[in-house]
Antibody, heavy 126, light 113 residues
Framework: EVQLVESGGGLVQTGGSLRLSCAAS????????MNWVRQAPGKGLEWISY????????HYADSVKGRFTISRDNAKNSLFLQVNSLRAEDTAVYYC???????????????????WGKGTTVTVSS | DIVMTQSPDSLAVSLGERATINCKSS????????????LAWYQKKRGQPPKLLVY???TRESGVPDRFSGSGSGTDFTLTISSLQAEDVAVYYC?????????FGQGTKLEIK
């Protein structure tokens, strides 16, 4: 069964940090590009970061650029999101999602997201 | 950045009736070299992760009931549920993947009338 399982969320103070993880199984993780998407309480979906299959291509939303770092460990079928300098507006459910796009050489192309984890909740409190 | 705007924000439809959700992009998401529209639709139920329904604007994801259909091209797109079922109550989002960031619409909340 194709599966993504997020972990690492929790309650953190403003300015704090967390490392979110996403464990992949049931598919060849090394050949897929991956995303993080979040949903704040009462709000819509917000794409926040993307990483190509070999980590050669990385993108961030402006709202998290400079504070969040996406990475992956293909040997461990895992995706990560280091979230630093957290703000109240970062409170959200964070989802990892498999991308259906591809890479050509060092350039990767993001397409639609076809597999999603159940999410991990990050709550930032002052 | 490409801005996606959905209409309406909320919609109430009777069981068995048709539901139509619109999505408009601030610029075309049709890639001329392959004639594909880089547009997807997702269903988000309370307490569940998003679920992919449609990609390339009109290709239904495997396992999605055929009452769901996507249409449109360029900047104007539609998700249609031909005969609303109780389990279709959800928030629906369009998303463009023509450019990074892959922006979502604000969502359309679908309820039973």
């Amino acid at each position: 069964e194709v599966q993504l399982v997020e972990s690492g969320g929790g309650l953190v103070q403003t300015g704090g940090s967390l490392r979110l993880s996403c464990a992949a199984s049931g598919f060849t993780f090394t050949t897929y590009n991956m995303n993080w998407v979040r949903q704040a309480p009462g709000k819509g979906l917000e794409w926040i970061s993307y990483i190509g299959s070999t980590s050669s291509t990385i993108h961030y939303a402006d709202s998290v650029k400079g504070r969040f770092t996406i990475s992956r460990d293909n040997a461990k079928n895992s995706l990560f999101l280091q979230v630093n300098s957290l703000r109240a507006e970062d409170t959200a459910v964070y989802y990892c999602a498999r991308d259906s796009g591809y890479c050509r050489g060092a350039t990767c192309y993001n397409y639609y997201m076809d597999v999603w984890g159940k999410g991990t909740t990050v709550t930032v409190s002052s | 950045d490409i801005v996606m705007t959905q209409s309406p924000d909320s919609l109430a439809v009777s069981l068995g009736e048709r539901a139509t959700i619109n999505c408009k992009s601030s610029q075309s998401v049709l890639y001329s070299s392959n004639n594909k529209n880089y547009l997807a639709w997702y269903q988000k139920k309370r307490g569940q992760p998003p679920k992919l329904l449609v990609y390339w604007a009109s290709t239904r994801e495997s396992g999605v009931p055929d009452r769901f259909s996507g249409s449109g091209s360029g900047t104007d797109f539609t998700l249609t549920i031909s005969s609303l079922q109780a389990e279709d109550v959800a928030v629906y989002y369009c998303q463009q993947y023509y450019a990074t960031p892959g922006s979502f619409g604000q969502g359309t909340k679908l309820e039973i009338k």
